[in-house]
């Protein structure tokens, strides 16, 4: 059974950083394609980054653009998010998302991944 676990959530000023990871156990790693969303409340889930089965290929939201880097260690069975630069608009909900490789990679659908953790809080404060 594939198992994603999310930590590294919390509260911080505007303008600062948090580092969130995902530990995957279950599955072979270096297969998976990564991702992470978040959902604010009332709001969509969104896409914020994605990292290609390959490790060579990464999506970021024009919203996170040169603040988030999507980073994996394939060794720890691990994904990281480096969020920089917080903003109290990134306030939300963040899960990660895996799905395994094949011909086609989605890496903004949400619908396209097969496991999901359950998410931790991200609270950025004005």
């Known amino acids: 059974q594939v198992q994603l676990v999310e930590s590294g959530g919390g509260l911080v000023q505007a303008g600062g950083s948090l580092r969130l990871s995902c530990t995957v156990s279950?599955?072979?790693?270096?297969?998976?394609?990564m991702g992470w969303f978040r959902q604010a409340p009332g709001k969509e889930r969104d896409s914020v980054a994605a990292?290609?089965?390959?490790?060579?290929?990464?999506v970021y939201a024009d919203s996170v653009k040169g603040r988030f880097a999507i980073s994996r260690d394939v060794d720890k069975n691990t994904v990281y998010l480096q969020m920089n630069s917080l903003k109290p608009e990134d306030t939300a909900v963040y899960y990660c998302?895996?799905?395994?490789?094949?011909?086609?990679?989605?890496?903004?659908?949400?619908?396209?991944?097969?496991?999901w953790g359950r998410g931790t809080q991200v609270t950025v404060s004005s």
């Open positions: 279950g599955r072979t790693f270096s297969n998976l394609a």
């Open positions: 990292l290609h089965w390959s490790g060579r290929r990464i």
């Open positions: 998302a895996a799905v395994s490789g094949g011909s086609s990679w989605y890496p903004t659908l949400g619908d396209k991944y097969d496991y």
